[in-house]
């Protein structure tokens, strides 16, 4: 796989080249650069340039979260086969063995790690035999819908039945992965896009609400990937890490409109409870987040992977947690291992990043534990939320939910 200094230079996208205020900017020498890369202003490739801050301002260090938490979104488990983005098989490959997580959970006083990614059919057995079983109370697993069956004529009856049948094997939640929306096809892998509000959904959504099953849903991404993938963007180097993350330019519906089409579900079954993921899925934008908590009673959100986005407008996060305080719930999107995306793999670090959000008034502090800020190149700032919101948002938000006591 090509490295994204590769990429960059194949571009030629030595900043000072192509952006006048990044010329500016990036040709300043400081007392630590190469005197080589000095003497050439305008020759420092951006995938080179690793500022460090001259700041001096106040570190805390909070290794262990004020109260037992439950992280309402991790990924211990994966399909073991996927196509075009759609996870085909029940069988799952485990990220992280229990005791190597738990060791990590209980330094970091997380209480409860819940597996989204739990797969269907004997996958699910087999991932909640593993782990909520062997550890009560440590574990929750969310099962999946089994997209491979979409073409099979009864497939919205057979959906809801699996539904109710990976309830009474132990599933805690239905996860719904952006699959539905960007990925999924008239003919599973290919045809025309499945829209999230398609009806061949509703008795799965019914279902869910019936059996108190809230639904974790990931609908659309940053709105950066939507966008070109150029010179103005903020996540340029995010998307050139991934470019298959980009939406842009290719026949993918806008953010807009996969957040309408999700709405209208919210609308259409006021019975299910849905956790939107990532803030909402547009974190970017806390008006819009709010204006929908505010639409839909049964709208509940977390905070996984967007303590970037939450911690560079800490006011306006300071305020939605104000007053949402009993519908945010403490996720992280960890993944044992996966070190390609520093801003969710599952360690001490990631863990404490969170709590110091919450807890301090920290200031100018890195997101995630990476080189280079992953998702962009900001930093962020402490909202240092009071007991009565902390306890809320870490544990008892998601207790209510899931209808289980931290
Ligand atoms: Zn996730």
């Not at 400081?30 to 801050?53: C, F, I, M, V």
């Not at 211990?76 to 069988?91: C, H, M, Q, Y």
Request: aromatic share 12%.
């Amino acid at each position: 796989m090509i490295n994204r200094r590769q990429w960059l230079r194949g571009l030629g996208l030595a900043l000072g080249a192509t952006a006048h205020t990044g010329t500016q900017a990036f040709a300043t020498p400081t007392p630590q650069t190469n005197p080589q890369e000095s003497s050439s202003p305008g020759r420092l490739a951006l995938a080179d340039y690793e500022p460090k801050s001259m700041l001096q301002v106040r570190e805390t260090r909070v290794e262990r979260a004020r109260f037992p938490a439950l992280d309402i979104h991790t990924h211990i488990s994966l399909s073991v086969k996927s196509e075009n983005g759609i996870e085909l098989a029940p069988e799952r490959k485990y990220l992280g063995q229990p005791a190597e997580l738990l060791a990590v959970l209980d330094r970091k006083n997380v209480r409860t790690m819940v597996n989204l990614t739990g797969g269907f059919d004997n996958g699910l057995v087999e991932a909640v035999t593993k782990y909520d079983k062997a550890f009560p109370g440590r574990f929750f697993t969310f099962t999946e819908p089994s997209y491979s069956k979409f073409l099979e004529p009864n497939y919205p009856r057979l959906q809801a039945e699996a539904i109710g049948q990976a309830h009474r094997g132990g599933a805690k939640g239905l996860k719904i992965l952006k699959t539905l929306g960007l990925y999924l096809r008239e003919n599973i892998t290919s045809g025309k896009l499945v829209k999230i509000d398609d009806p061949r959904f509703d008795p799965m959504w019914d279902t869910c609400g019936q059996l108190n099953m809230p639904v974790a849903i990931h609908v659309s991404d940053p709105i950066a990937f939507f966008t070109p993938t150029d010179r103005f963007n903020e996540r340029y180097e995010e998307l050139n890490n991934h470019p298959d993350w980009s939406f842009y330019d290719h026949e993918f519906p806008s953010n807009a409109e996969l957040l309408e089409a999700r709405n209208r579900v919210f609308a259409r079954h006021p019975k299910t409870q849905f956790i939107v993921l990532h803030v909402g899925n547009f974190s970017e934008n806390l008006a819009n987040v709010s204006d929908n908590l505010d639409r839909f009673p049964n709208m509940t959100v977390d905070t996984a992977a967007r303590v970037g986005e939450l911690g560079r407008q800490p006011r306006t996060s300071r305020r939605f947690f104000d007053r949402y305080q009993d519908r945010i719930l403490f996720g992280t999107d960890a993944t044992p291992h996966g070190d390609e995306f520093p801003q969710q793999v599952f360690n001490d670090k990631l863990y404490e990043i969170y709590f110091r959000f919450f807890e301090t008034d920290d200031e100018y502090f890195d997101y995630a534990p990476a080189k280079v800020p992953p998702q962009g190149r900001w930093r962020i700032y402490g909202i240092d939320l009071p007991e009565s919101i902390l306890h809320k948002v870490y544990s008892q938000n998601a207790a209510r939910l899931l209808q289980v006591t931290i």
